[in-house]
T-cell receptor
Framework: GNSVTQMEGPVTLSEEAFLTINCTYTATGYPSLFWYVQYPGEGLQLLLKATKADDKGSNKGFEATYRKETTSFHLEKGSVQVSDSAVYFCALRGSGYSTLTFGKGTMLLVSP | DAGITQSPRHKVTETGTPVTLRCHQTENHRYMYWYRQDPGHGLRLIHYSYGVKDTDKGEVSDGYSVSRSKTEDFLLTLESATSSQTSVYFC???????????FGPGTRLTVL
């Protein structure tokens, strides 16, 4: 079946540091890949997505590239801010499916 | 923001009592989903609906039932709540199965 593995947190960074959160997946066919963000006390918001190999999703300074050869979709940001502190979820939707499979989430804590 | 509301937002109940959570949308989206979020597990799909009266099970459906009698409402029922069902429950919607899912604000349920 489909699965998503994310690096465990928390990830603790200082403001303006470079961020990488690793995400790898297992799926047959050509899944779509997503990053969602959850701010404290809120629901999940879509951060970015990619629907085919080599696509790069980007939003709010965050980027992730769909790498089929390494089955990865790592999230990166060049300079994090305190306001980026949240939990980040990697997810996939299998080809032909309508449901999402989520990773366990990675908490990011950014200090001034 | 997608028009999704969940009610109640917080509920404390006792073991063995029935509980119904409601998800209401104003987007006229066809698909609706119920997830639960637990530490160390990320989000896991409970049930989903692909149209009025059309539902299917997810990964963790035991102990839960759902109903969808109109497009805008998707109800999640715990027939006899157990402490293991203490969790945060999120509803999500999407226009089609292959579209992005948008999440509601969540319901925090505590079963004593």
């Amino acid at each position: 079946g489909n699965s998503v593995t994310q690096m465990e947190g928390p990830v603790t960074l200082s403001e303006e540091a470079f961020l990488t959160i690793n995400c790898t997946y297992t799926a047959t066919g050509y899944p779509s890949l997503f990053w969602y963000v959850q701010y404290p006390g809120e629901g999940l918001q879509l951060l970015l997505k990619a629907t085919k190999a080599d696509d790069k999703g980007s939003n709010k300074g965050f980027e992730a590239t769909y790498r089929k050869e390494t089955t990865s979709f790592h999230l990166e940001k060049g300079s994090v801010q305190v306001s980026d502190s949240a939990v980040y979820f990697c997810a996939l939707r299998g080809s032909g499916y309508s449901t999402l499979t989520f990773g366990k989430g990675t908490m990011l804590l950014v200090s001034p | 923001d997608a028009g999704i509301t969940q009610s109640p937002r917080h509920k404390v109940t006792e073991t063995g009592t029935p509980v119904t959570l409601r998800c209401h949308q104003t987007e006229n989206h066809r698909y609706m989903y119920w997830y639960r979020q637990d530490p160390g597990h990320g989000l896991r799909l409970i049930h989903y609906s692909y149209g009025v009266k059309d539902t299917d099970k997810g990964e963790v459906s035991d102990g839960y039932s759902v109903s969808r009698s109109k497009t805008e409402d998707f109800l999640l029922t715990l027939e006899s709540a157990t402490s293991s069902q203490t969790s945060v429950y999120f509803c999500a919607i999407s226009e089609r199965g292959e579209d992005t899912q948008y999440f509601g604000p969540g319901t925090r349920l505590t079963v004593l």
